[in-house]
């Protein structure tokens, strides 16, 4: 199992090729904003995170079952993890950042992703 803030993981990378591909300019893993966005793209003001569904609690998603065995020490640690994804994606929008999360669950379908990745760029 990957951790929380694993560098270029697969989907990250994966991400990142198809933002390269619609031809925007962007920055990896701003260490100055909330949670580290794994995308960053200052000229848009806006930022995408991609979330692994089991350490960030991917909702109804089969990949986000949480362990049977330690079950408090897993629901202290994945909710802990909840939380501050939420609190970050809050203090991006108060400093007027536009934030997208995808899941890593719903990436296999490249050209599905591509436009939602191409959709989300383009909102003014
Ligand atoms: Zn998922």
New binding site residues.
């Given amino acids: 199992m990957a951790r929380v803030k694993n560098k270029d993981t697969k989907p990250e990378v994966k991400v990142r090729s198809v933002v390269h591909r619609l031809g925007y300019r962007f920055r990896k893993n701003r260490t100055d904003l909330p949670g580290r966005p794994d995308i960053v793209l200052p000229r848009h003001r806006k930022v995408i995170f991609v979330h692994g ?1 089991f350490w960030h609690g ?1 909702p109804n ?4 079952a949480r362990p049977s065995s330690n079950e408090a020490f897993w629901r202290k640690k994945l909710n802990a993890n909840i939380v501050r994804d939420r609190k970050n994606i809050h203090l991006l929008r108060e400093q007027g950042w536009r934030v997208m999360v995808l ?4 990436m296999r379908d490249e050209k599905a992703l591509l436009n939602r990745i191409k959709t989300f760029l383009k909102e003014q």
């Fill in positions: 569904c991917h998603c089969p990949r986000a899941w890593e669950c719903r």
